[in-house]
Protein backbone atom coordinates (compact mmCIF):
# COMPACT_ATOMS: atom_id res chain seq x y z
CA UNK A 1 0.00 0.00 0.00
CA UNK A 2 1.56 3.37 -0.86
CA UNK A 3 -0.02 6.37 1.22
CA UNK A 4 0.18 9.62 -1.37
CA UNK A 5 -0.43 13.26 -0.36
CA UNK A 6 -2.14 15.30 -3.12
CA UNK A 7 -1.31 14.72 -6.88
CA UNK A 8 -1.56 16.80 -9.45
CA UNK A 9 -3.89 14.55 -11.27
CA UNK A 10 -6.59 15.82 -13.86
CA UNK A 11 -9.06 14.95 -11.84
CA UNK A 12 -9.34 18.19 -10.71
CA UNK A 13 -10.31 19.48 -14.14
CA UNK A 14 -13.34 16.88 -15.36
CA UNK A 15 -14.94 16.59 -11.93
CA UNK A 16 -18.59 18.22 -11.62
CA UNK A 17 -18.84 19.71 -8.45
CA UNK A 18 -21.30 22.62 -6.62
CA UNK A 19 -18.36 24.82 -6.22
CA UNK A 20 -17.93 28.40 -7.55
CA UNK A 21 -14.09 28.02 -8.01
CA UNK A 22 -12.26 25.53 -9.73
CA UNK A 23 -11.23 22.46 -6.83
CA UNK A 24 -7.96 21.77 -6.45
CA UNK A 25 -5.74 19.36 -4.05
CA UNK A 26 -4.60 20.80 -0.66
CA UNK A 27 -1.49 21.97 -0.79
CA UNK A 28 2.12 20.88 -0.95
CA UNK A 29 0.94 18.96 -4.29
CA UNK A 30 3.09 16.26 -5.42
CA UNK A 31 4.19 16.00 -8.77
CA UNK A 32 3.73 12.55 -10.90
CA UNK A 33 7.48 11.73 -10.54
CA UNK A 34 7.26 12.00 -6.77
CA UNK A 35 4.35 9.46 -7.27
CA UNK A 36 6.15 7.05 -9.54
CA UNK A 37 9.73 7.36 -7.20
CA UNK A 38 7.52 6.47 -4.35
CA UNK A 39 5.80 3.15 -5.90
CA UNK A 40 9.00 2.10 -7.37
CA UNK A 41 10.78 1.89 -3.88
CA UNK A 42 7.96 0.20 -2.60
CA UNK A 43 7.71 -2.32 -5.51
CA UNK A 44 11.63 -3.11 -5.08
CA UNK A 45 11.59 -3.48 -1.10
CA UNK A 46 8.24 -4.46 -0.84
CA UNK A 47 7.23 -3.07 2.43
CA UNK A 48 3.76 -3.62 3.23
CA UNK A 49 3.07 0.03 3.90
CA UNK A 50 4.84 2.94 2.71
CA UNK A 51 3.94 6.87 3.20
CA UNK A 52 5.14 9.18 0.44
CA UNK A 53 5.95 12.53 1.23
CA UNK A 54 5.90 14.14 4.71
CA UNK A 55 2.27 16.01 4.77
CA UNK A 56 1.04 12.40 4.25
CA UNK A 57 2.68 11.34 7.51
CA UNK A 58 1.09 14.19 9.55
CA UNK A 59 -2.18 13.58 8.17
CA UNK A 60 -2.49 9.78 8.72
CA UNK A 61 -0.01 10.44 12.60
CA UNK A 62 -2.74 13.04 13.33
CA UNK A 63 -5.66 11.23 12.20
CA UNK A 64 -4.90 8.13 14.41
CA UNK A 65 -4.25 9.99 17.46
CA UNK A 66 -7.50 12.20 17.35
CA UNK A 67 -9.32 10.53 14.86
CA UNK A 68 -12.52 12.81 14.65
CA UNK A 69 -10.49 16.23 14.99
CA UNK A 70 -9.93 17.15 11.36
CA UNK A 71 -13.91 16.33 10.40
CA UNK A 72 -15.01 18.37 13.24
CA UNK A 73 -12.77 21.56 12.41
CA UNK A 74 -13.35 21.46 8.51
CA UNK A 75 -17.15 21.26 9.16
CA UNK A 76 -16.95 23.77 11.25
CA UNK A 77 -14.30 26.49 9.43
CA UNK A 78 -13.98 24.37 5.65
CA UNK A 79 -15.29 26.21 2.89
CA UNK A 80 -18.95 26.09 1.80
CA UNK A 81 -20.46 24.88 -1.40
CA UNK A 82 -22.27 27.54 -3.89
CA UNK A 83 -25.29 25.38 -2.60
CA UNK A 84 -24.84 26.16 1.29
CA UNK A 85 -27.16 29.16 2.24
Known amino acids: MVQL???NTPQFSWVKSPA?????PVPPILSAGGRAEGS???CAQRPAEM???YPT???IVADK???GFADWYLAKNGYGCATDG
Open 5 to 7: PAM
Open 20 to 24: TTQPE
Open 40 to 42: AIC
Open 51 to 53: YVG
Open 57 to 59: VEA
Open 65 to 67: IAP
